[in-house]
Every structure is written in C-alpha cells, then in structure tokens.
C-alpha cells in the first residue's frame, strides 16, 4: 500500500456538512502530502501504513536514526502548516504557543 | 522559565512521531506522561493528531484493546476446523465492483469487524457458525512449535476474494526479521503479506494476491529476514488449509 493508493476522500464525519469539510481537509492534506520529498513520504508511510517504528524504519533503509527522525518530524511539521493554513481560526497551537509564551516569561 | 517546568521538559519533537504511533514504546510512554500534565504539548499533539486522522482515511485494522482479547480467546476457545467455515456475518458488506486497495481495505475493516461480532457474541456452546447468506469463512491456523502460543484465523469475503489475517500471541522478532505470510498452490508459494507484531504478539493484516484467495490450497506464516529474496522459507509459526470442506 502506498500513498497513491488511498481514496480520494475522507470518511470520518458523522453528517453531511462535517463530512464535505473533513474531505476537502484530507484532500488539501493528502496533496500536500504528494508535495512531500519522496524520502519523507517513505519514511511516513512505513510508520502509519505498515506500523514501523522509527528504529525499524532506521534499519529497513540503512539509514542513521536521527536521518530518520528528522525526515518523519520535518514531513509532519510540513502536514500541520497546511492544515493550519486551512483552518485559521480553530488554531490550538495559538493557544498553545502563548501558553509557552507565558512559561518561558515567568 | 518556572521550576516544576525545568523538570519537565517539553517533548515538542518528540509529538510528530508520537501522533503517528512510531516512537519505540518506552519513549511513547515518557511522551504520553508528558502530554497528560502540559497544556502546550497536549495542544501541539492535538494538530498532529488532527494531520494523521486526515492522512489515511482507511480505519485501523486493529480492534480495541478489549474487544482484541476477548476476540483471541473465543478464538482459542474454538475448535480447530481444517477447512473454511462460513461464517454469520453481523453486517452486510458492501459489494464493489472494483478492489481497489481502498475497496479492499474498507472490506477487510467490515470483514474483520462482522468477526470480532461473531466471536464476541456467539457462546462457547455453539462455536461453530452457521451458513450465511453472505457467506463468508474463518478460518482457524494451527500454530507450529516455532510459536507455540501463538494463534491466528484468517476471515474470507463471501467471494473469496479478500481477505485478513489476524494473529496473536506471536513471538517478538529481532529487528532484522519480519514475519511473512505465504499462500501456496500447486507446490509454489507466493508472497502475501509482511508485518511485524505489536508488544503482545497482535497484529491484523490484509492478505493481496495476484488471484483470489479460494483459489490458493493454504496459507503459512513463516519467520524472514527483512531483505529475504523471494524463495526463502524460513520457521513455520502458523498455518492452515483454505480449501472448502
């Protein structure tokens, strides 16, 4: 199974305005996806389309683990900037990031 | 930068792999301890976790850790058939014209989950299903003395098309080894799946093959190096026949 494979939609939603929104999502999602560099999109699909860990992943393609890890962290940072350009206004992170804000000035 | 929040550094790198469920499962804990007392790394996990729910919209073959276990035991509980069962479905699946890699996906959810029903539900004094109109089979693997704990069915759609495997109790692989499954007929033995098992030797699998499933006389699970060639045959831990009695 590969990206390429998957359906051109999402299932998810319970009705069918939430359905049409979830959809378009996935489907910004999955072409942002398809913008990825091919070795981050491998190293994301051994992790959630064949449930490799990052160590498995590391030693199936002879790579270092840290190489790994930072293909998996910089193509998921990549993921969540689409979707936050997507959806704006219900933004977690802002709260998020003003929460840590507010550590680190304590 | 607060004391309590000194001893307890964030774990924001961490969170991307965490979301997708591939952090090695010490490290999962620490970051799920972590999530569970900060608000800025729960928040953060929650966009990643938004990112992942969109990625793949084919539901996780893998049931709830409960239902799992109480499925593998009804299984256990089971008597051995050689042969494919038919099964009572508990959902009608859908029929497609096409199997597409999502069509069949879809099925192997619908498959395993009308399964999980039957075992669930069906008492131990009738263990043996009843025809179906969908007419779909179980069937029971006998586990080798490579796994001797081990234990696993494969459900068939009612077209014998399709089909998934589900296996428990397997033995924890060194990190160069796989298990894979082999599907045999007249004497050669192609290649189906490979997976790996999670901590308590459970994993649920889609079997691919060139032609439908029926049209194979059995099904093995063997232990392989990652980067076997196509004829290496390692240490059987399941197996049965998928014949029709």
């Given at each position: 199974?590969?990206?390429?494979?998957?359906?051109?939609q999402?299932?998810?939603?319970?009705?069918?305005?939430?359905?049409?929104?979830?959809?378009?999502?996935?489907?910004?999602?999955?072409?942002?996806?398809a913008?990825?560099p091919?070795?981050?999109?491998?190293?994301?699909?051994?992790?959630?389309?064949?449930?490799?860990?990052?160590?498995?992943?590391?030693?199936?393609?002879?790579?270092?683990?840290?190489?790994?890890?930072?293909?998996?962290?910089?193509?998921?940072?990549?993921?969540?900037?689409?979707?936050?350009?997507?959806?704006?206004?219900?933004?977690?992170?802002?709260?998020?990031?003003?929460?840590?804000?507010?550590?680190?000035?304590? | 930068?607060?004391?309590?929040?000194?001893?307890?550094?964030?774990?924001?790198?961490?969170?991307?792999?965490?979301?997708?469920?591939?952090?090695?499962?010490?490290?999962?804990?620490?970051?799920?301890?972590?999530?569970?007392?900060?608000?800025?790394?729960?928040?953060?996990?929650?966009?990643?976790?938004?990112?992942?729910?969109?990625?793949?919209?084919?539901?996780?073959?893998?049931?709830?850790a409960?239902?799992?276990?109480?499925?593998?035991?009804?299984?256990?509980?089971?008597?051995?058939?050689?042969?494919?069962?038919?099964?009572?479905?508990?959902?009608?699946?859908?029929?497609?014209?096409?199997?597409?890699?999502?069509?069949?996906?879809?099925?192997?959810?619908?498959?395993?989950?009308?399964?999980?029903?039957?075992?669930?539900?069906?008492?131990?004094?009738?263990?043996?299903?009843?025809?179906?109109?969908?007419?779909?089979?179980?069937?029971?693997?006998?586990?080798?003395?490579?796994?001797?704990?081990?234990?696993?069915?494969?459900?068939i759609?009612?077209?014998?098309?399709?089909?998934?495997?589900?296996?428990?109790?397997?033995p924890?692989?060194?990190?160069?080894?796989?298990?894979?499954?082999?599907?045999d007929?007249?004497?050669?033995?192609?290649?189906?799946?490979?997976?790996?098992v999670d901590?308590?030797?459970?994993?649920?699998?889609?079997?691919?093959?060139?032609?439908?499933?029926?049209?194979?006389?059995?099904?093995?699970?063997?232990?392989?190096?990652?980067?076997a060639?196509?004829?290496?045959?390692?240490?059987?831990?399941?197996?049965?026949?998928?014949?029709?009695?």
């Amino acid at each position: 199974v590969g990206w390429d494979d998957l359906p051109p939609q999402a299932l998810a939603a319970h009705d069918l305005e939430d359905h049409a929104e979830q959809a378009l999502l996935g489907e910004r999602l999955r072409a942002a996806l398809a913008d990825l560099p091919p070795d981050q999109q491998q190293a994301l699909a051994l992790a959630y389309l064949h449930g490799y860990t990052q160590v498995q992943i590391a030693e199936l393609l002879r790579q270092p683990l840290g190489t790994i890890k930072t293909r998996i962290r910089t193509a998921m940072q990549k993921l969540r900037q689409k979707l936050l350009a997507e959806q704006p206004f219900s933004d977690p992170s802002a709260r998020a990031a003003g929460a840590y804000r507010k550590e680190e000035n304590e | 930068m607060r004391p309590e929040m000194q001893d307890q550094a964030h774990v924001l790198e961490a969170l991307p792999a965490y979301a997708l469920g591939c952090l090695d499962p010490a490290e999962a804990r620490q970051v799920a301890r972590h999530v569970a007392g900060c608000y800025v790394c729960r928040t953060e996990l929650s966009t990643y976790q938004t990112v992942v729910a969109h990625l793949l919209p084919v539901p996780d073959l893998a049931p709830p850790a409960e239902l799992k276990g109480r499925l593998m035991d009804r299984v256990r509980g089971v008597s051995l058939v050689a042969a494919a069962v038919p099964l009572t479905a508990a959902r009608q699946p859908p029929r497609r014209r096409a199997f597409s890699p999502w069509a069949m996906a879809s099925l192997a959810v619908i498959v395993m989950l009308a399964a999980a029903s039957l075992f669930v539900w069906l008492p131990f004094s009738r263990p043996q299903a009843v025809t179906a109109p969908e007419g779909m089979r179980a069937i029971l693997l006998q586990n080798a003395p490579a796994a001797p704990r081990a234990s696993g069915f494969v459900i068939i759609s009612a077209d014998g098309q399709n089909g998934v495997l589900v296996v428990d109790a397997l033995p924890q692989l060194e990190a160069t080894q796989q298990y894979q499954v082999w599907l045999d007929r007249d004497g050669e033995s192609i290649r189906s799946a490979a997976f790996m098992v999670d901590a308590t030797g459970y994993r649920g699998v889609r079997l691919e093959a060139p032609q439908a499933l029926l049209a194979y006389a059995a099904i093995r699970v063997t232990i392989e190096p990652v980067e076997a060639g196509g004829d290496t045959i390692g240490d059987q831990v399941l197996h049965g026949s998928l014949h029709n009695p």
